[in-house]
């Protein structure tokens, strides 16, 4: 089947095109509008649904165009119904449904955090039980996943996510927005002291990091150097990561590790779990292009779905916050 996908759940508008017969993605392409919410330090709700709505008709030529194909070879179209922000969602679903109404073909809409449960997993198989960690801009969640929609989630954030956390760091430290690859970078070209930064007692498997944001303030009020501050805020937040992960993997014996999310694009974390697969475990990680949001792990979420339930009505609807 010809899959098309779509995500505009955030900032970034992406369509891809999917042959799920070859398990292959055949275009993936994303628009970025990190540029527009850079003076907010954040991303602006309705900034983002216009520029959705500017964009989606390019970005849908361009995957149509480098993946060789036309309209009418589409078979199934898959959106991001939840969660993100809503007038945005709605800019990818209903031109996501316009296209399905208009040929006839079937729709299926996308839980966000689903696809960046699979994303490593495009253009393979996953593992029948595997251990997920989903790191990005809103969610920080332990998932034991035994299989398409059987979930159980084991730990998850109590306050802000690690990518949010990022993102909040590096406005407070004055280093621009996305704050997650600004950080890593500066992490990757430090070679100093590391300060002392608390890691969140919280219960079980959950995380928190609103406590090391406030340390990162105090710190940042008695003037130490931004550079110092935002590779021992990565040192510290990465740890922490994987301290709790690597309890999970014990306690659940599972040896299947699937991290996702724009986090899981991380030089510090990929090399963390690295050492987790010289200890015997099996690491699966998206590619680059995979980690942020894209309509690649949409289409191969959407398409998996499909094949279990069938079809959705055009009367399905956008949801700014849904539990997988
Ligand atoms: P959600 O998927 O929870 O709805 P989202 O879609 O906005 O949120 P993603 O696009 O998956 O989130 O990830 C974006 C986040 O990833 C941002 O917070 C960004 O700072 C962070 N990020 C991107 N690259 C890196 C990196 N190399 N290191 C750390 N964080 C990163
Ligand atoms: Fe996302």
Request: hydrophobic share 40%.
């Amino acid at each position: 089947m010809i899959v098309l996908g779509i995500d505009t759940s955030c900032d970034d508008t992406s369509i891809a095109v999917y042959d799920s017969s070859k398990n292959t993605v055949l275009s993936n392409i994303v628009s970025s509008q990190h540029q527009f919410h850079l003076p907010f330090g954040g991303v602006v709700p309705e900034i983002a649904a216009r520029k959705h709505a500017e964009n989606i008709d390019i970005v849908f030529e361009e995957a149509l165009k480098v993946a060789g194909i036309k309209v009418k070879d589409i078979e199934l179209i898959t959106v991001t119904r939840a969660p993100g922000l809503l007038p945005a969602l709605l800019v990818g679903l209903t031109f996501g449904k316009g296209i399905a109404y208009c040929l006839n073909i079937p729709f299926k809409g996308v839980h966000h955090i689903e696809a960046h449960v699979f994303s490593p997993f495009i253009g393979s198989t996953p593992p029948e039980v595997f251990l997920a960690l989903v790191v990005s801009g809103g969610h920080t969640l332990l998932i034991l996943v035994e299989g398409l929609g059987k979930y159980r989630v084991i730990g998850k954030t109590l306050d802000d996510a690690v990518g949010e956390a990022y993102d909040k760091v590096a406005k407070m430290l004055g280093l621009g927005y996305p704050g997650g690859p600004i950080i890593d970078r500066i992490f990757k070209s430090y070679s100093g002291e590391y300060l002392e930064l608390p890691k969140p007692k919280v219960p079980g498997f959950n995380y928190s990091f609103s406590g090391l944001k406030t340390a990162v303030r105090r710190l940042v009020e008695k003037g130490y150097p931004a550079e110092q501050i935002a590779a021992s805020f990565q040192k510290t937040a990465i740890e922490y990561l994987v301290g709790k992960l690597k309890k999970a993997l014990k306690e659940f014996n599972v040896k299947d590790i699937a991290v996702s999310g724009g986090v899981s694009a991380n030089s510090l974390l990929r090399e963390k779990l690295l050492e987790l697969q010289e200890e015997g475990y099996r690491v699966h990680l998206p590619k680059m292009e995979y980690t942020s949001d894209n309509g690649a792990m949409v289409a191969y979420v959407g398409f998996k779905r499909f094949l279990l339930e069938g079809e959705d009505p055009l009367t399905l609807n956008a949801v700014a916050r849904l539990g997988l």
